[in-house]
C-alpha cells in the first residue's frame, strides 16, 4: 500500500539532546513538508523539499535540521537549540504544484 | 490577522443533526483543502478545491472563490464524525506546494 510513515509515534527525550524524527513516503512524491503543531493551534511549517538535495526553511525552522538525500526520505531532527521542542509533528507529502498532500500519523515528541 | 480563519472553534451537536464549517481566507488561492484529524493526531484529506462544490457520502465541501470563503457540511451527524476539521489554503503566490492552515474546528457528535 502506498502511504507516508512516520515513527516512532511517541518519543521522549531529555532536555538537551538531539532527536531525529523519521519520514518515508513511496508515493514517489517530489515534496515533503514538516509542520508541528501546539494544543490550540494550527499547523505550522518548519521545513520543506520540493526536490532531492534541497530544501528550504518554513515559517518556524530555527532549532530544526533536516536532510533529504533521497526521495523517499525526509528525516526532522530537533536540536538541542529548539527552545520548546514538546509537540506533535507531523510529516506530509505531495507532487508539486496543485495536488492532494498526504500526511503521517505524527510523532508526540516529550521533552523531560 | 491569520491568512485562514476558521469558524466556529468548537461546536457540538446531537446525532443527526447537519452541521457547518466556514472557512475565510485572505490571499488568492489555487486550492483549498479540508483535512479531518482524530484524536490520535493522524490526518486525513477529505477534500480539494479550486472552484465549486465536492460531495464525498455524507460530506459536502464548497468553495466561493470571489467571497474567498468555504464551507464543509456534515449531512445527519453521527459520534464517529467527531474531530478536528482543518481548512488549509495553497497560496497563489507561493511557490511549490506550501499550505496555510486554519487553527481547526473541534466538532463533538453526541448519540
Known amino acids: 500500500d502506498g502511504g507516508i510513515t512516520q515513527s516512532p509515534k511517541y518519543l521522549f527525550r531529555k532536555e538537551g539532546q538531539n532527536v531525529t524524527l523519521s519520514c518515508e513516503q513511496n508515493?514517489?512524491?517530489?515534496?515533503m513538508y514538516w509542520y508541528r503543531q501546539d494544543p490550540g493551534q494550527g499547523l505550522r511549517l518548519i521545513y520543506y523539499?520540493?526536490?532531492?538535495?534541497?530544501?528550504q526553511k518554513g515559517d518556524i525552522a530555527e532549532g530544526y535540521s533536516v536532510s533529504r538525500e533521497k526521495k523517499e526520505s525526509f528525516p526532522l531532527t530537533v536540536t538541542s537549540a529548539q527552545k520548546n521542542p514538546t509537540a506533535f509533528y507531523l510529516c506530509?507529502?505531495?507532487?508539486?504544484?496543485?495536488?492532494?498532500?498526504?500526511f503521517g500519523q505524527g510523532t508526540r515528541l516529550t521533552v523531560v | 490577522k491569520n491568512e485562514v480563519e476558521q469558524s466556529p472553534q468548537n461546536l457540538t451537536a446531537q446525532e443527526g443533526e447537519f452541521i457547518t464549517i466556514n472557512c475565510s481566507y485572505s490571499v488568492g488561492i489555487s486550492a483549498l483543502h479540508w483535512l479531518q484529524q482524530h484524536p490520535g493526531g493522524g490526518i486525513v484529506s477529505l477534500f480539494m478545491l479550486s472552484s465549486g462544490k465536492k460531495k464525498h457520502g455524507r460530506l459536502i465541501a464548497t468553495i466561493n472563490i470571489q467571497e474567498k470563503h468555504s464551507s464543509l457540511h456534515i449531512t445527519a451527524s453521527h459520534p464517529r464524525d467527531s474531530a478536528v476539521y482543518i481548512c488549509?489554503?495553497?497560496?497563489?503566490?507561493?511557490?511549490?506546494?506550501?499550505?496555510?492552515f486554519g487553527e481547526g474546528t473541534q466538532l463533538t457528535v453526541n448519540p
Open positions: 506530509a507529502s505531495s507532487i508539486r504544484g496543485p495536488g492532494r498532500a498526504f
Open positions: 488549509a489554503v495553497r497560496d497563489q503566490e507561493t511557490s511549490g506546494s506550501r499550505l496555510t
Open positions: 508515493l514517489n512524491h517530489d515534496a
Open positions: 523539499s520540493q526536490i532531492v538535495n534541497d530544501f
